[in-house]
């Protein structure tokens, strides 16, 4: 395997394959409240760059649902970080925010969409990702959208599995 890069060391808590422990919760004012699992894994080919794929799927059924996958980069000498993303239902993103030890801040920087996408429309995500002191990871996503204000949708805790 390639040496992680340097330029990524400090997401080096990121990488593996992540699965989570317990369902997912899923929220918002528009939606009745859902559960969900999700796999996430964060890979690295030597590039200045972390890769990543979130697939999530029905806690049951396990049929696939949200997926994303994209690139991390951080500028050089700073803590400033941005998640470059591809979403399945048809948004592509990019969110910028701060690393500070073992979480990272984000909120969307600039956004597109499919011409032909569903409304509403998402306008803004705030997410953070926080490696908790008992080795869990935890992601919360809110976001606002051209009906509501910026709600949380999202809280998800993973166990490392591999
Ligand atoms: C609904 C965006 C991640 C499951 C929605 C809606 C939007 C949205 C705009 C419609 C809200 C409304 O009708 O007012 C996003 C964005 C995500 C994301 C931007 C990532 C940043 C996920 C994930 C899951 C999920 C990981 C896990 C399965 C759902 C479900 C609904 C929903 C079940 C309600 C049914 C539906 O509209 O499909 N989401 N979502 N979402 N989302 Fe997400």
Known sequence: APLLNPAVLALDWLLGSWESDEPGEGSFPTVPPFRYSETLHFTHVGQ??????????????????????GFIRLQPG?????????????????????????????????????????????????????????????????????DQPLTQHLHITYRRSS
Do not use: Y
């Open 48 to 69: 200045p760059v972390i890769n990543f794929m979130f697939n999530a799927f029905h806690t049951e059924s396990k049929k696939p649902m949200h997926r994303e996958c």
């Open 78 to 146: 700073t803590n400033k970080v941005a998640f470059i993303i591809a979403q399945n239902s048809g948004l592509v993103e990019i969110e910028e925010g701060e690393l500070t030890g073992q979480q990272v801040s984000l909120q969307t920087h600039a956004l597109a969409r499919t011409s032909f996408s569903k409304e509403p429309h998402v306008q803004q995500i705030h997410r953070e990702f926080r490696l908790r002191g008992d080795g869990r990871l935890e992601q919360t996503v809110s976001m606002a959208t051209s």
